[in-house]
């Protein structure tokens, strides 16, 4: 019997290890196979009862290495040496785990209010997340949006925010339109490639597995079987933001991110964030989750940063409301009967 397994959604240099170390330890556990890995095929063959037992033991170090991003020597000695049974138990530990990163970082919600958030993508198909800056949303959330595609949750990434030009014009800019655009998009891209190996993530973003684009471009579009972001929501007016999230196909997920105190818009414009959620207050299925300054996982200055900010935007309105100009409680003037 011959078979033949397509890496679809795993490195092959994670599972083959350096100049094939890992490769060749494997076939050593199965001298009664033939065993041939190229690119992205592994091909083997020999009899039935020893292909069942081997492709047993390959679909466990598979999702080893969807899961943690990583295999080394020890760890597929454990998963092919060892009882299915505990490997399977030891691989649904850590369960609040969000996604194994590159080289196994391990990325998960690091706060109360980023696992609130976590549990409210997963109980809801579009969700809300403000806070100020340093809270997570993004990297939570793009995180979010990795795992559901290593699971094959989804068919594609969608991660898009409004180029709003913060005091420059876009375009004085060098490069053509997408160079124009990508500073714009670049925490998004850190994001993936925390997370994504860059071989694979430069293969999805060409073949359109992960897009990430501005606003603008996804009008007219029906966005289903997908996992699409909205990041810095609160640069969007309220057209935009209804053009957004009409766009949500029957198998989606959004999730709405962004920053109510930092409006990139023009003086006269009004941001579609705070319309949206007083909008859809009441509607059921929509998650909201509100991050602060105790969720900041930046520099320990940028939480006293944004809280000496926020004492600032106190203070500035307990003065215009002493200045407002208050009305007497003065006597009705008498009619003419």
């Known amino acids: 019997m011959e078979r033949t397994v397509q890496l679809d959604d795993v490195d092959p240099r994670v599972l083959y290890g350096e100049q094939n170390a890992l490769m060749r330890q494997l076939e050593s556990y199965y001298p009664k196979l033939s065993i041939v890995a190229r690119g992205d095929l592994i091909k083997f063959n020999g009899s039935p009862e020893d292909i069942s037992v081997f492709e047993e033991k ?13 295999l080394t020597l020890p760890q597929m000695e454990r998963i092919v040496l060892d009882d299915k049974t505990s490997i399977l138990k030891g691989m649904s530990e850590g369960d609040l785990v969000i996604v194994h990163g590159v080289n196994g970082h391990v990325i998960k919600a690091r706060t109360a209010n980023q696992q609130r958030m976590v549990d409210a993508v997963g109980a809801n198909d579009l969700t809300f997340a403000m806070g100020p800056a340093g809270t997570g949303k993004t990297y939570t959330a793009v995180a979010l949006a990795v795992r559901a595609l290593k699971n094959k949750e989804v068919k594609r990434l969608i991660l898009t925010r409004p180029a709003v030009e913060a005091g420059e014009s876009l375009g004085f800019l060098p490069g053509d339109m997408k160079e124009k655009l990508d500073p714009y998009m670049q925490p998004l891209y850190d994001a993936l490639r925390d997370m994504i190996p860059s071989e694979r993530l430069l293969q999805y973003l060409e073949n359109g597995t992960i ?8 009008r007219g579009r029906t966005l289903d079987r997908a ?11 309220a057209s935009q933001m209804k053009m957004f999230l009409t766009r949500m196909g029957p198998s989606s997920k959004f999730i709405v991110t962004g920053d109510p105190s930092q409006t990139d818009l023009p003086p006269r414009a009004s941001s579609g964030l705070p319309n949206a959620l007083k909008l859809l207050a009441n509607v059921e299925g929509i998650g909201r989750v509100v991050l602060d300054g105790r969720d900041v996982v930046r520099h320990p200055l940028v939480r006293k940063i944004i809280a000496a900010y926020d004492d600032e935007g106190q203070r500035d309105q307990a003065a215009v409301a002493s200045k407002a100009p208050k009305l007497e409680n003065r006597p009705p003037e008498p009619t003419n009967p």
């Not at 390959?58 to 990583?70: A, E, Y």
């Not at 897009?211 to 996804?218: K, N, S």
């Open 58 to 70: 390959l679909d466990l170090l598979l999702r080893h290495v969807r899961k943690f991003n990583v």
């Open 211 to 218: 897009e990430i684009a501005p606003l603008a471009y996804m």
């Open 227 to 237: 996992f699409v972001i909205l990041d810095e929501a609160q640069n969007t007016t």
